[in-house]
């Protein structure tokens, strides 16, 4: 667990970047730090492994404060990611990936093996890619090179910095999806910062949207901030695609579905009913009836309709409820 304890950082000129931040992050779950440029989301992220140090208070891992502990020690225990990689250009991608390996001075034997079972983690043939350099690479391929280094000896941290932010949609989307992935199979305690709200709540288990010096406007899960802001700030912040990210993150709600047929007609598509609105309400769309068929398992639950979505809409938060469906 990280908790940051009343944290302030004055830059020179006398401004603040952080101002008496206060924030638990539980453990194995991705906090997404967002908020406007300029508000200390980068500083808050770099104080954690004291790439910055906090004028006043405290920094906390699991109860100790990282203000005793040497800075290369606290460091070789989170992985960290940035926009630009930071790949060292001279070292092949294997090498890179070893970095903090050798450095804990595994045996080579050991560095191989683990080199080997991260690139294929990140979706990259070990065998085509380890003893590539760098430049070699695209853009993606070196982020997903970044994030196997950040990952090299299993550090129960991950501090990532706008990880996707320099490469194209298509890429970035297939990132976001691969950390997903990788996120619900090692359960890191991932502080993860990003400018973009549609990042956010895809990543997000919680997000923690940030005012100017890093006064916290709103700390909750993508849901909830989506369906119930705390602040005009907050709904100006999500804009008006809010609608659009909602559906990405509220799942179908039993209590909204249609039952007219004891069994859904062949043709429908079938969603579980773990699935989110955006999910279910596409399935419809490819369907001749503009139904989707929605089970638990093997039981039939009933049938997903547009009426659905917007009951679903409306029961997952009475803010704006009225407005979705005039809006839809």
């Known amino acids: 667990?990280?908790?940051?304890?009343?944290?302030?950082?004055?830059?020179?000129?006398?401004?603040?970047?952080?101002?008496?931040?206060?924030?638990?992050?539980?453990?194995?779950?991705t906090c997404v730090l967002i908020g406007p440029s300029g508000c200390g989301k980068t500083t808050t992220l770099r104080m954690i492994n004291r790439l910055i140090e906090p004028d006043r208070g405290r920094v906390l891992i699991d109860g100790e404060d990282t203000h005793g502990v040497d800075p290369a020690q606290l460091r070789l225990k989170m992985g960290y990611v940035i926009q630009q990689t930071g790949l060292f250009p001279h070292m092949t991608v294997g090498e890179n990936v070893g970095t903090v390996p050798r450095l804990w001075q595994w045996d080579k034997a050991r560095i191989k093996a683990r080199v080997e079972e991260l690139l294929q983690l990140v979706g990259l043939d070990p065998a085509e890619y380890r003893d590539r350099y760098p430049h070699q690479l695209s853009g993606g391929q070196r982020q997903r090179v970044g994030f196997a280094r950040a990952l090299g000896a299993?550090?129960?941290?991950?501090?990532?910095?706008?990880?996707?932010?320099?490469?194209?949609?298509?890429?970035?989307?297939?990132?976001?999806?691969?950390?997903?992935?990788?996120?619900?199979?090692?359960?890191?305690?991932?502080?993860?910062?990003?400018?973009?709200?549609?990042?956010?709540?895809?990543?997000?288990?919680?997000?923690?949207?940030?005012?100017?010096?890093?006064?916290?406007?709103?700390?909750?899960?993508?849901?909830?901030?989506?369906?119930?802001p705390a602040s005009d700030y907050v709904a100006e912040f999500l804009g008006r695609e809010r609608l659009v990210r909602r559906m990405s993150v509220v799942q179908i709600d039993a209590a909204t579905?249609?039952?007219?047929?004891?069994?859904?007609?062949?043709?429908?598509?079938?969603?579980?009913?773990?699935?989110?609105?955006?999910?279910?309400?596409?399935?419809?769309?490819?369907?001749?009836?503009?139904?989707?068929?929605?089970?638990?398992?093997?039981?039939?639950?009933?049938?997903?309709?547009?009426?659905?979505?917007?009951?679903?809409?409306?029961?997952?938060?009475?803010?704006?409820?009225?407005?979705?469906?005039?809006?839809?």
């Open 1 to 29: 667990m990280i908790r940051l304890e009343n944290v302030t950082k004055q830059f020179p000129g006398g401004s603040n970047a952080v101002l008496d931040l206060t924030l638990d992050i539980p453990t194995g779950q």
């Open 154 to 228: 299993d550090p129960p941290i991950l501090l990532m910095d706008e990880p996707f932010g320099a490469v194209d949609r298509i890429t970035r989307e297939r990132l976001q999806h691969e950390f997903i992935n990788i996120q619900r199979s090692m359960r890191k305690t991932v502080v993860f910062v990003t400018h973009d709200i549609d990042e956010a709540v895809l990543v997000g288990d919680r997000i923690c949207l940030l005012k100017m010096q890093a006064q916290i406007a709103q700390y909750d899960t993508p849901e909830r901030i989506l369906t119930r």
């Open 257 to 328: 579905l249609e039952r007219l047929d004891p069994e859904p007609r062949p043709d429908e598509p079938r969603v579980p009913a773990s699935s989110t609105l955006s999910e279910a309400f596409a399935a419809a769309l490819a369907s001749p009836t503009e139904h989707a068929a929605v089970y638990d398992g093997d039981r039939y639950l009933g049938t997903f309709t547009a009426t659905s979505l917007l009951e679903s809409l409306r029961r997952a938060g009475t803010d704006g409820g009225e407005r979705v469906a005039e809006g839809i």
